[in-house]
């Protein structure tokens, strides 16, 4: 909870945490530089985020001020919910549409029993592999420059265990080619900075059109989870399992602790 100073002075907000709405295509750092316009009396504050969220998610961002700094551990630890929209028919190097498309595959088979029986082999202590472009350091660099330079093959990608408290899916939907082709667009040409935006949109422009007439299914999922857990490596997981290649289309955090999305500042 965001504690106010009651007096005239510049408010101390020692041992505060803020919680915030990122928004889809903002970087945590984007988020806290748009917080101290927001909030013109975080302008000098020591900012930082506890529990970073990738580019194509949104929701729930703990910013910690000044003093709460301290106690970082403690907020970094807490447990995550989630609503993960999974699209079968395509793969990426990223698990989710910021990466360029690795595989495709027919998923016009695919029944909500087969993706619920997959979840459920998620669910409790599971070894979780870090995806490639994240940042994870291994021998000084992040994986995500070892990606970028094409040495990731040289690389065992580290794991590491997490717990699944529930993994649910509460809807089987479909999506149009030119809606998701449309939705892909927008959603990379919100990302500032370098993120491969043009070479990855022109990889899906070969396999989407917006004339097409195709329509690929779509999962959403509700996870609940330790910290660390990793929901786009859940649906490229879950993509193997079924045999269908699977990613990430839509990440939400919609709470973090006791932290809510519906009490989250936008």
Known sequence: MLHESQTAKRPDHSGS???????????????????????????????????????MAEGVLLCLVAGANKRREIYLDMHKE????????????????????????????????????????????????YPP???????????????????IS???????????????????????ESTLLSY???????????????EVVRVWKRHLTQTGGREFPCASIRISCTSGTYARSIANGLGGLLGIPALALHILRTKV???????ALK
Do not use: C
Request: charge should be negative; charged fraction near 30%.
């Open 17 to 55: 945490v803020v919680n915030l709405y990122k928004q889809l295509g903002e970087t945590p750092r984007e988020r806290l530089e748009r917080l101290r316009t927001q909030k013109p009396h975080y302008a000098h504050e020591v900012l930082s985020y506890a529990g970073r969220l990738d580019p």
């Open 82 to 129: 989630y609503v993960l929209d999974i699209l079968f028919g395509f793969s990426t190097d990223t698990y989710d549409i910021l990466g360029k498309v690795m595989e495709t595959g027919d998923p016009t088979e695919l029944r909500k029993k087969d993706v619920q029986q997959g979840l459920n082999e998620f669910r409790g202590a599971v070894e979780q592999e």
């Open 133 to 151: 472009f994240s940042s994870k350091t291994v021998e000084g660099k992040s994986l995500f420059e070892w990606a970028r330079s094409s040495a």
């Open 154 to 176: 040289t690389l065992v990608l580290p794991r590491k265990t997490v717990t699944i408290f529930d993994i649910k899916i509460e809807e089987l939907y479909k999506v149009s």
């Open 184 to 198: 892909i667009e927008t959603s990379v040409g919100k990302v500032n900075g370098d993120f491969r935006q043009e």
């Open 257 to 263: 602790g006791e932290y809510t999305v519906e009490k």
